[in-house]
Antibody
Framework: QVQLVQSGSELKRPGASVKVSCKAS????????INWVRQAPGQGLEWMGW????????TYAQDFTGRFVFSLDTSVSTTYLQIDSLKADDTAVYYC???????????WGQGTLVTVSS | QSVLTQPPSVSAAPGQKVTISCSGS????????VSWYQHLPGAAPKRLIY???KRPSGIPDRFSGSKSGTSATLAITGLQTGDEADYYC???????????FGGGTKLTVL
């Protein structure tokens, strides 16, 4: 079955780090890029950037530089989103999505809720 | 504030037709393909339309997309209560070198 399966919800304290995983199955992992999309509470979708699944090279949207890191492990067909120095504003659902062209997301993970609260 | 402009909400009765607009500029919609997504509460977004007007297999032909200049439109005919969701347009912004989404449109089927 072609799918992206993300790791479960996380509750973190401000200042901590979190690492969200996105495991691909049912298709050749190295090829289509994986993008990350954020949805804060009551807000719309926000593009965070993408990672090249062949080279591992990440590209970040302007608002997601510095504390956000995309990485991958091709041996387990998994991409990762790490967020450091968490803030309350980082509370959101984070989605990974397979990109077939440019911002053509044909396959999405189920989303991971990250809650940052003291 | 989103780069692409969508109406916050639209509504129509079951069986009717509704259109959702997505307005941008020459750096985004004007020179790039547009895709549309349906987002039901608690679920992952689902692609409805890609490359402006292409419908993936499995998407009913009640959903259609079009693009003209710097605007795109999603049309839904034969509305069903199950169509109630948030709808987003998305494209690439060549000047920002970034993906961009509209702010989303909440569809209510009365």
């Amino acid at each position: 079955q072609v799918q992206l399966v993300q790791s479960g919800s996380e509750l973190k304290r401000p200042g901590a780090s979190v690492k969200v995983s996105c495991k691909a199955s049912g298709y050749t992992f190295t090829g289509p890029s994986i993008n990350w999309v954020r949805q804060a509470p009551g807000q719309g979708l926000e593009w965070m950037g993408w990672i090249n699944t062949i080279t591992g090279n990440p590209t970040y949207a302007q608002d997601f530089t510095g504390r956000f890191v995309f990485s991958l492990d091709t041996s387990v067909s998994t991409t990762y989103l790490q967020i450091d120095s968490l803030k309350a504003d980082d509370t959101a659902v984070y989605y990974c999505a397979r990109d077939r062209a440019t911002i053509d997301f044909d396959l999405w993970g189920q989303g991971t809720l990250v809650t940052v609260s003291s | 504030q989103s780069v692409l402009t969508q109406p916050p909400s639209v509504s129509a009765a079951p069986g009717q037709k509704v259109t959702i607009s997505c307005s941008g500029s020459s750096s985004d919609i004007g020179n790039n393909y547009v895709s549309w997504y349906q987002h039901l509460p608690g679920a992952a977004p689902k692609r409805l339309i890609y490359a402006n007007d292409k419908r993936p297999s499995g998407i009913p032909d009640r959903f259609s997309g079009s693009k003209s200049g710097t605007s795109a439109t999603l049309a839904i005919t034969g509305l069903q209560t199950g169509d109630e969701a948030d709808y987003y347009c998305g494209t690439w912004d060549s000047s920002l070198s970034a993906g961009v989404f509209g702010g989303g449109t909440k569809l209510t089927v009365l």
